[in-house]
């Protein structure tokens, strides 16, 4: 089975500074990768996905992330940094192939300092 | 575009009592998922239904039972609440298991 881990429970950054959250994940296989973000009181939005192709990926919001199969990672990245940022970060893996679980890491909470 | 609606958003249970969760989506998705959040695990998957039909057991089943009622609606029962049933509840649903899930606004509730 699946599993990530987030190994950053929470980060603090200062508003306009560059972000990266990091993600590992272990499946023998190539994995399908996601990031969500969630807003207090919110249901998760998707910030990008991974299925295959080019591993660096572009997503809403400013956000990218690079798949690195031989670091296991899938980290996201941001270049500057705003205040409507401040929220918690779920990487989740999927197996594909008539699997239809996903696996979340425990997430990261990112608060933006003025 | 109401996307996927879960009600109640609110609910305060007695430990026993039993309580039905509603989930509906309007995008036409094969799949719906429910998971539980709680602080510091992220989101943990309680059932899922691949298609209108089937479900099966995710991670963390115990206590739970759910019902594909259509394609559109997938509902959570919890037949005697348990106080380790607080949680934060979110319905998802996607169209196959390697397309992105789209999550409801979630149903808080704390059982006494």
């Known amino acids: 089975a699946q599993s990530v881990t987030q190994p950053d429970i929470h980060i603090t950054v200062s508003e306009g500074a560059s972000l990266e959250l990091r993600c590992n994940y272990s499946y023998g296989a190539t994995p399908y990768l996601f990031w969500y973000v969630q807003s207090p009181g919110q249901g998760l939005q998707l910030l990008l996905k991974?299925?295959?192709?080019?591993?660096l990926v572009q997503g809403i919001k400013g956000f990218e992330a690079e798949f690195k199969r031989s670091q296991s990672s899938f980290n996201l990245r941001k270049p500057s940094v705003h205040w409507s940022d401040a929220a918690e970060y779920f990487c989740a893996v999927g197996a594909g192939s008539n699997d239809y679980k996903l696996s979340f890491g425990a997430g990261t909470t990112v608060t933006v300092r003025a | 575009n109401a996307g996927v609606t879960q009600t109640p958003k609110f609910q305060v249970l007695k430990t026993g009592q039993s309580m039905t969760l509603q989930c509906a989506q309007d995008m036409n998705h094969n799949s719906m998922y429910w998971y539980r959040q709680d602080p510091g695990m992220g989101l943990r998957l309680i059932y899922y239904s691949a298609s209108e039909g089937t479900t099966d057991k995710g991670e963390v089943p115990n206590g739970y039972n759910v019902s594909r009622l259509n394609k559109r609606e997938f509902s959570l029962r919890l037949e005697s609440a348990a106080p380790s049933q607080t949680s934060v509840y979110f319905c998802?649903?996607?169209?196959?298991?390697?397309?992105?899930?789209?999550f409801g606004d979630g149903t808080r509730l704390s059982i006494l």
């Open positions: 991974y299925f295959s192709g080019d591993t």
């Open positions: 998802a649903s996607s169209d196959g298991e390697d397309q992105p899930q789209h």
